[in-house]
């Protein structure tokens, strides 16, 4: 083997396959709350729905360091494989019996839907969560130097960006019938899962089984002290995670109700410009970031998306006009996306600098722990919105015309004001990882030499 690792015939195959399954899976749960309103079910079913869901994940979420820990530790044939294969099978299955409900055949009785959609939903978080952990884990195993990973990622993520955008413009575009749907989401995953295991799959960590010329040899767990610049990645991104979902429901302000006499078909086309243009602007990009994050290194690119969503934020504050909001939504949707990019580069090199120090390879572990907190910091952003909106209908009256617009004017500002707070704090503790561009250098260097 020479002295460089290429697996250029892996890009497209990965990326390509990070679009199709989630894809075929991203709009199938939106419509059960609608499905169970549309039999008599109140809110306090639709409550008890929610929360079975909700706990589940919290459960599975937890378990997650745990999946991911089994497949690193996996020693027999291939590690990732029999776990994606699991989770493209759930998913599948999961998305075919979602067509085939209670519902469908005429059963209207409540406690057997919700039981059904419960049981469903659980299914499909398990595997989704280990498909997606196991996934993820692959990128840094097959493309181990800066340039090849933030190719990959930038051609994945720009992939999402468009599952995106066909979503928006079935949505608004096309009616299909229910059980067409179901067939697509099904063909697309089995499609997707095909992709990746023909043209994007590959284990080289068979490979690194030569013990790592590196100076430290500290057997440190992942999560002790020791082990800096994983704590402070996930103490800072908890936090980033927190202000980046009180942004996006920031974002919702409704900037068409600023137009009078509009017209509802007006409002559609507005709203679909506006859903859609954000999305484009990421996919070009994401190009422009994986430029900077080799030519400025990975902490100062993701210091200036700090700096840039920290002003365009605050900029968010004062407008309320259309031309202006649609503007700044959409780069405030790109900052996003480059966090989004730095992210997933910065915990590779965390995962190589573990690997150097312990001769272990722990993707799997690693992004399980990211994925628990993840999920916690979504949820109290989610959970800080709401409290937003209570307090306003609470304690501030709104009345005449324009009560509507003054409630998602003041709800803006509020998401707003609180991810401040979190973008600040983040700031102030990225500044604590240990590490620069010298470092990884070194890194990449060392990986490249265990490798030859």
Known sequence: MGSKISFNKFYLGYSISSFLIPFGILTLFKSIPTKLFLIGAN???????????????????FLAPLLGYISDKRKQGSRRRPFLIFGIAGM???TILYFFSPLNF????????????VILDGIYVFSSMIFNISFISLYPEMFQNLSSRSKVIGLMLGFSALASLLIVILEVFFNLEEMYFGIIFVLLIILGGIILFRYGFEEPYLRLSEKPKSNEHSSYKILSSSNKLFIWFLIAFFFITISEILIESALGYIWSINLENITPSLIEIITFFMNIIPIVAIIPFLLYWRKLSLS???????????????????ALLFLSDLVSGFILSSLIKVSLSGLSFVKLLFLAIIIDHYFLNTDKRREATYFGFNSTFKLISSFIGLYLGQFITVFLMLFITFSGPDGFQEYYFFNKIGLSLIALIFIGISMVLIRKIPFDREKYNDIEKEITEINT
């Open 106 to 117: 005429g059963f209207t009785d409540l406690f057997l839907n919700i039981s059904y959609f």
């Open 43 to 61: 809110i306090f079913d639709i409550i008890t729905y929610l929360s079975f869901f909700t706990v589940f994940s919290f459960v599975v979420a």
């Open 296 to 314: 400025i290194g990975i902490k100062k690119l993701l210091i200036f998306l700090m700096l840039s969503l920290l002003l365009l934020t605050l």
């Open 92 to 94: 599948a299955l999961v």
